[in-house]
């Protein structure tokens, strides 16, 4: 009888061995199904990459590129040979398959421009090219979202101790545009990285794509235009102060939906930890504080910094506002109903030009906005669905047309108005 049991015993131990091993292997094939590597022995490489594959390329020269899509992609990726240590991460969100053609360059007069376009300044920062490398993109199709990522890391030129902002240059511009730069944590390899997203890339158009670096001006205003600046986006934000005891009374009594993520703490654990508390501290005592300040302030790491600022931001303890090139921290109960919209409309040059069409037009349509921007109607369409979605826009049907109202009850226009009456 007890040799019977071992037997089974075996048998059964058996049989979870074989299962874990098929599981294990058809996870190795689901994995290389969308996700793989290719070795390039040269500088160019031709590739389709399937809907929601993930392709990794490596170059000579320490040269690494990541592309991830939920669409097919025709893809032509070339780097010029003088090219080294560089790396990029992209993703791309579209509704339909593209053709894609990528080059990397040392320098923009190399893609055959003549006259470059003008180095950008912000506020009191004089920012000088990185000579990281300049993307040159172009699609058949416009291309809906456009992602893209370098690791903050010396092996490929970029300092954790620098702030950089990622810039565009297109048709009919003169001067390089900075685009909204965010700068993360990557928690499973404790490292910095800086992120920016485009939209509404139109098709056969080449876009140029670089970061910057910032450097402090020596001019004793630089800090006064700052200090400005902040005090206007903490008069648009909040009229008053309250302090620490008070404010933590309101998060835990608020009704607020929050989307933890990854996070696990309860709201106790995140407002209970040491360095989070001179965060807050620093934050409610100077509304408008920017990342450096906290750095220097708290003493702590770069990268902790960042995590913590993350954390305090998912609980919607923190918010943060771009002022000019810096990101201006603010106690949560702070916000302004338009600073959010502010912030969606100033990623997109395109959005905000929409909008204010329709602002002067009141019941134009697609196509007469198509054929007075020169842009393709797809592309129009994306731009009034996010229009839409910020409750922006009405649409009213007249026969076959849509035509757009702005919606005036909206807080963007009631903000707006206020201010155009106070002016």
Request: without cysteine; glycine residues 4%; charged residues 25%.
């Amino acid at each position: 009888m007890a040799s019977n049991n071992i037997s089974k015993l075996k048998k059964h131990k058996l049989n979870f061995f074989l299962l874990f091993v098929i599981f294990f292997e058809f996870n190795i094939v689901l994995y290389e199904a969308f996700a793989r590597t290719e070795n390039i022995s040269g500088y160019s490489t031709d590739d389709v990459i399937k809907a929601n594959e993930s392709v990794s390329f490596y170059f000579p020269n320490n040269i690494f590129f990541e592309i991830s899509t939920n669409s097919r992609i025709e893809l032509y990726l070339e780097y010029e040979d003088k090219i080294s240590n560089h790396q990029s991460s992209i993703t791309i969100k579209n509704n339909e398959s593209i053709s894609l053609n990528i080059t990397i360059k040392t320098n923009i007069r190399n893609f055959g421009i003549s006259q470059p376009p003008n180095t950008p300044k912000k506020g009191g920062f004089q920012l000088r090219y990185q000579n990281n490398g300049i993307i040159k993109i172009r699609s058949n199709s416009s291309i809906e979202n456009f992602t893209i990522r370098y690791r903050k890391n010396n092996q490929f030129g970029l300092k954790s101790n620098v702030n950089y902002s990622l810039a565009l240059f297109g048709k009919n511009q003169e001067s390089w545009e900075l685009v909204d730069t965010q700068e993360k944590l990557n928690g499973s390899i404790s490292e910095l990285y800086l992120e920016s997203s485009l939209s509404g890339l139109e098709s056969d158009t080449d876009y140029y794509i670089t970061l910057f670096e910032f450097s402090e001006e020596p001019y004793n205003w630089t800090w006064l235009i700052f200090t400005i600046l902040i005090v206007a986006v903490s008069i648009l934000s909040i009229a008053f102060l309250i302090s620490k005891k008070e404010y933590f009374h309101y998060l835990k009594t608020r009704t607020v939906s929050i989307e933890k993520g990854a996070h696990r703490l309860t709201l106790e654990d995140v407002l209970e930890n040491e360095n989070r508390n001179k965060i807050i501290d620093l934050v409610l005592n100077e509304p408008g504080i920017h990342f450096n300040e906290l750095l220097r302030r708290t003493g702590i790491a770069a990268g902790n910094l960042v995590w913590h600022l993350d954390i305090l931001k998912t609980y919607k303890v923190i918010g943060k506002k771009r002022v000019g090139n810096i990101i201006a921290y603010f106690a949560y109960y702070q916000k302004n109903p338009i600073s959010n919209i502010d912030l969606k409309l100033q990623k997109s040059k395109l959005t905000l030009e929409i909008l204010e069409m329709i602002e002067r037009e009141p019941g134009i349509w697609n196509n007469k906005i198509t054929k007075k921007l020169k842009v393709d109607h797809k592309t129009i369409l994306y731009h009034i669905k996010k229009l839409i979605e910020l409750d922006l826009l009405n649409i009213k049907k007249e026969g076959r047309k849509n035509k757009f109202f702005p919606n005036f009850d909206s807080e963007y226009f009631k903000f707006k108005n206020n201010n155009n009456k106070t002016d």
